[in-house]
């Protein structure tokens, strides 16, 4: 981060622009407040660092008296030196030790063991064990993040040592520890750091095996998605740009974020190398535009309060205060105002429950993040509900991906048929008129709704809103695609089959053969000469849909049936006879119809 107070506080006067949040004060009093965390350990409470070397308490909407820690005979909070970080490991309420980043009087890095002392609102200031010691060529781009994965290692965001341009040449250098995210293990062995086996640079000759990722000029504030495992990084930049870096939960590490190669998505030095292949780089980036100066990065919000915020990462700049979200819509990411906060935001971080907080520098206060009530949905959420392309057919069974319908994990699914117009208190309408509602899914950190398109639905495109009780979402407007087929899978890939009408699927310990007849579940083949009334299951007969054709392993196949699936909203099935052509092994399924070719889906053939 640049300096803390470098720039003239900006004083909280009301919200100016965008608000799609809200902050509420919760607590005041602190000096320079820098963190944010909690023990994950049901009591609570949060812990607030102050950047000279103080972590206060905060249980209750009180801040407690005594310090939990204090280390400021250790570091000096001047520009960007102090305490900059604190995380607790997994197990903390049995395990009673946490790590804390800070510079000591020389201006090194300091990576800490503490233990707690018998009083549970108190560290043992005697219990200090150095991890890791850093030397800092210069005073400012330190880093100060540390978190636990959901791999329970401990990751450490190094600075490139300062200066301005990275000087030394530290970003691309795997020789040493700055300008670096680093992954060690201290928990094996309390009181020692040692390295993951996994660790990406283990085997290289001359490379430090600390490092997680690299490329970084001042990584302030990393986080894991709480939800999916997915670990955000913003990187400040230098005079133009700040960015904000995505690595996907699962990733094994290695990647290279391109400083100072690249200030954001640009050539940091034009007249100099600026060879791209192999760099990561990044999903949002952002221009020195009206005031902005410095990135200050947060969370994917995951709480109950602002519900409509659900899956949005939020983050903001320390200088102007606006607070940003980025959210998936689609295949693709977009980058949203939600609040010009008027403060220096010099942090954020998550209670146990998930709800957000940010610290202001400008006046020593802790603010939690509220509001944003109605669902959110965007166009490019609204899509067929078998192979997810963005489009509704009518009759088929749709699916939208929106924030704000159903606050704990897992599926809730209608219990009768018809359908009714609700489930849980939400609601679909397209042009409208309310669409029969299926499910509610909240799952690997994604918010669903499945309904029923109507039948009689007309035009190329239709205005879909989402109500839960008294909020509405904006309208979105959605494609009408008909017909838009695609075959329904159980992971992306196997299609949904059923082989001897025993509803098995299809697998490679059970795959099809020559001859006989399998089917699959499918979705958008479009309009049928006798539709059931909205929301009630099909009839046990209706005719063929004569247009659809099956194509497995690019032989075609004898169709038997094609049409609504007996008992099914809004779902279709086809059956059809395994070719006598088809080779071993596992093979594409396409589906067309009307000159419209589904996704391919995977089918085994003995």
């Given amino acids: 981060m640049k300096a803390f107070f470098a720039a003239a506080a900006l004083l909280f006067g009301g919200h100016l622009g ?57 570091t000096r909070a001047e520009g960007e030196r102090g305490l900059l970080g604190l995380a607790f490991p997994p197990g903390f309420a ?21 233990n707690v002392s018998a009083n549970p609102d108190q560290a043992d200031a005697s219990s200090e064990v150095v991890l890791l010691h850093i030397a800092q060529p210069f005073p400012n781009h330190n880093g100060g993040a540390v978190e636990f994965g959901p791999d329970g290692y401990l990751y450490i965001g190094m600075g490139d040592g300062g200066s301005g341009g990275d000087p030394m040449g530290n970003g691309q250098n795997l020789g040493t520890l700055l300008g670096k995210l680093l992954r060690i293990d201290v928990e094996s062995n309390p009181g020692h750091a040692a390295i993951p086996p996994g660790n990406p640079f283990i085997n290289r000759a001359g490379a430090r095996p600390e490092i997680w990722a690299y490329g970084l000029r ?11 495992g997915d670990l955000w990084i913003a990187d400040v930049g230098q005079n133009d740009y700040e960015e904000v870096d995505f690595q996907p939960a699962g990733s094994s590490g290695g990647q290279n974020y391109g400083w100072n190669i690249m200030e954001g998505l640009h050539c940091f030095s034009p007249s100099a190398n600026c060879n791209q292949q192999g760099l990561t780089l990044p999903v949002v980036e952002y221009g020195h535009v009206d005031g902005a100066c410095s990135v200050t990065g947060g969370f994917v919000y995951r709480g109950r309060l602002a519900p409509g915020l659900r899956g949005t990462y939020v983050y903001a700049d320390y200088c102007n205060g606006k607070t940003w979200g980025i959210s ?30 940010v610290a202001n520098a400008s006046n020593g206060s802790i603010l939690r993040v509220e509001g944003a009530q109605a669902p959110r949905l965007t166009s490019a959420g609204i899509v067929n509900a078998a192979s997810f392309v963005p489009g509704m057919t009518p009759g088929s069974l749709g699916t939208v991906f929106v924030a704000g319908v159903l606050d704990d994990g897992g599926i809730v699914q209608a219990q009768t048929l018809p359908l009714g117009a609700s489930l849980r208190n939400v609601s679909v309408s397209i042009n409208g008129v309310a669409a029969p509602i299926l499910a509610l899914a909240n799952q690997n950190g994604s918010e669903q709704v499945n309904f029923q398109t109507p039948f009689g639905l007309t035009g190329t495109t239709a205005s879909v809103v989402v109500t839960r009780g008294a909020n509405s979402s904006a309208a979105a407007q959605a494609s009408i695609i008909d017909p838009q087929p695609a075959i329904y899978t159980s992971d992306g890939t196997q299609a949904i089959a059923v082989h001897n009408s025993a509803y098995t699927l299809v697998t490679n310990s059970r795959p099809l053969a020559r001859g006989e007849f399998a089917f699959v579940y499918a979705s958008g083949l479009g309009a049928v000469s006798n539709a059931p009334s909205p929301g009630a299951a099909a009839p046990t007969v209706d005719p063929t849909l004569a247009d659809v054709h099956v194509m497995l392993g690019g032989n075609p196949c004898e169709v038997q049936y094609a049409g609504l699936a007996p008992g099914f909203v809004g779902v279709y099935q086809v059956n059809f006879r395994v070719p006598a052509g088809v080779a071993s092994g596992s093979n594409d399924l396409v589906l067309s119809v009307a000159g419209a070719t589904s996704p391919a889906a995977k089918v085994p053939v003995q």
């Fill in 218 to 228: 001042n990584p302030w504030r990393v986080s894991f998605d709480r939800a999916t």
């Fill in 94 to 114: 049995q395990k009673q030790r946490f790590y804390i980043d800070y510079t000591d009087l020389n201006g090194d890095t300091v990576i800490a063991q503490y």
């Fill in 328 to 357: 998936r819509e689609g295949n693709q990411r977009t980058n949203r105002l939600l609040l010009s906060a008027g403060f220096n935001i010099t942090s954020f971080g998550e209670d146990e429950a998930g709800e957000l907080y």
């Fill in 18 to 74: 965008a608000q799609e949040i809200t902050l509420t004060q919760v607590a005041s009093g602190l000096t320079s407040p820098l963190g944010i965390e909690n023990a994950g350990d049901g009591s609570g409470r949060l812990f607030f660092v102050q950047q000279d070397g103080i972590v206060r308490i905060f249980r209750n909407g009180a801040l407690a008296a005594q310090p939990f820690l204090d280390i400021r005979s250790k």
